[in-house]
């Protein structure tokens, strides 16, 4: 019986267009509190204010273990300002890494564009519809998580959705990759808009 050299069997497999081992984005970002708190201060004008949830987003700038970042919960807790307008930067700066941001409505309207994006920031997951093109439905989410953790792409995602409410909306099969894919960080509390 021949034993099997997994790696040459996985270069050959890479060759012809078949990786069954994604290569995940891995992420550190030095002083990624001080950095993370002189963001925030500097898109409210000095008006920070640090909360809980912050140190599990430090967390994830220090080593996100190749995973992408699911925030959900209350929207008015920062967690927009942070993803949207934050990490891009951040990422950019400190890993040279470019992140493609699109609202859950663009993610609709420009599906195909967004599924060839290798990381992605999607913001307000959960107030889309059902993409429709050419008479064709398509769950965009849907496929969007699902190339996500076929292809090892990087997801950072807001939602205003509870975790139970991103299953019912896009299934079991949906809320098992982002388990797989994302750290969870819950928004908590009232909102800090005024």
């Known amino acids: 019986m021949e034993t099997i050299n997994f790696k040459t069997t996985l270069d050959s497999l890479r060759e012809v267009g078949f990786n069954p081992v994604p290569n995940q ?18 898109f409210t004008d000095g008006q920070a204010k640090w909360l809980p949830e912050y ?82 439905r398509r769950l965009a989410f849907c496929e969007i998580v699902d190339e996500a953790e076929k292809r090892g792409k990087m997801l950072m995602l807001t939602t205003n959705l509870s975790l139970d409410e991103i299953s019912q909306k896009y299934g079991e099969r949906t809320m098992d990759r982002l388990v797989a894919i994302t750290r969870r960080v819950k928004f908590e509390g009232t909102s800090l808009r005024r």
């Open 25 to 42: 984005v891995h992420i550190t970002v030095p002083g990624a509190k001080d950095v993370l708190w002189r963001g925030l201060n500097y």
């Open 55 to 136: 140190d599990q987003i430090v967390q994830w700038l220090t080593d996100n273990r190749g995973r992408g970042l699911l925030c959900h919960g209350n929207c008015g807790r920062g967690k927009s300002l942070i993803c949207w307008k934050i990490i891009p930067l951040l990422l950019n700066h400190y890993c040279r890494k470019i992140v493609s941001c699109y609202d859950a409505q663009q993610m609709n309207a420009e599906l195909d564009t967004v599924k060839q994006k290798h990381i992605l920031y999607i913001d307000d997951v959960g107030t889309e519809s059902m993409a429709v093109k050419y008479g064709e």
